[in-house]
């Protein structure tokens, strides 16, 4: 699964790398560890205008729900059902590119996770890539507002992932700079489930606790 991640890098470098234009550059701030319980609003790309960068609410809220209590389910979205799990069948086409320069994840020392190592997972060099996402725009029928929103796509861990990630074998779908503009493109999902680039994991001690509730 993928419910923390990092995004450090100054706004100008988001900018280049994904030769797209912050809508708001103020609103932009550097994070070592993004939460996704928080259900914070980060930068993405998406394909209605891959030359902008906005800022959409992780936790994907479909267009037919009466509150925004299910965006704690749909932080994450398996690659594998998103054609047919409900929550996200209707958004397939709407994809989008959550740029980051890390992620965490917690490795199991014990059958049932009482003991963890953290680590941190990204690029060689620490540089930015993305994670594959699809997006919704919700409009609250309270409060008579819209709002952006996204999930991570996630898929079957590759063989670094299954050693860390060994409770439920999941990774996030992690684009290279060459294929992202076929993920925004509608490329077939089935293109993307093991695709990733090279990644190194380093253990960071002492271990944090992770909720994780799924």
């Not at 952006?148 to 439920?168: C, G, R, Y």
């Not at 093991?194 to 509730?213: F, G, N, T, Y």
Request: proline share 5%.
């Amino acid at each position: 699964m993928c419910f923390y991640s990092k995004l450090t890098k100054k706004a100008e470098e988001i900018e280049s790398r994904f030769k797209a234009v912050f809508t708001d550059k103020a609103r932009y701030v550097p994070n070592n560890e993004i939460k996704a319980f928080d259900f914070p609003y980060l930068p993405v790309i998406c394909s209605a205008d891959t030359a902008k960068i906005d800022f959409f609410k992780w936790g994907l809220i479909p267009v037919w729900s009466e509150d925004d209590n299910i965006k704690k389910y749909t932080l994450n979205a398996r690659i594998e059902t998103l054609e047919t799990k409900a929550s996200f069948m209707e958004y397939t086409g709407n994809r989008c590119l959550i740029p980051a320069n890390g992620f965490y994840e917690w490795k199991w020392l014990d059958a049932k996770g009482r003991a963890k190592e953290k680590y941190e997972i990204g690029l060689q060099d620490e540089g930015l890539f993305s994670f594959a996402g699809i997006w919704s725009l919700w409009k609250d029928p309270i409060q008579k507002t819209a709002l952006h929103t996204f999930t991570v796509i996630t898929t079957q861990a590759d063989s670094l992932m299954s050693e860390i990630h060994n409770s439920k074998k999941r990774m996030p779908v992690i684009l290279t700079e060459e294929n992202e503009k076929f993920w925004l493109q509608e490329a077939p999902l089935e293109d993307f489930k093991s695709v990733s680039p090279a990644l190194v994991a380093k253990k960071i001690s002492p271990a944090s606790p992770q909720l994780d509730l799924f």
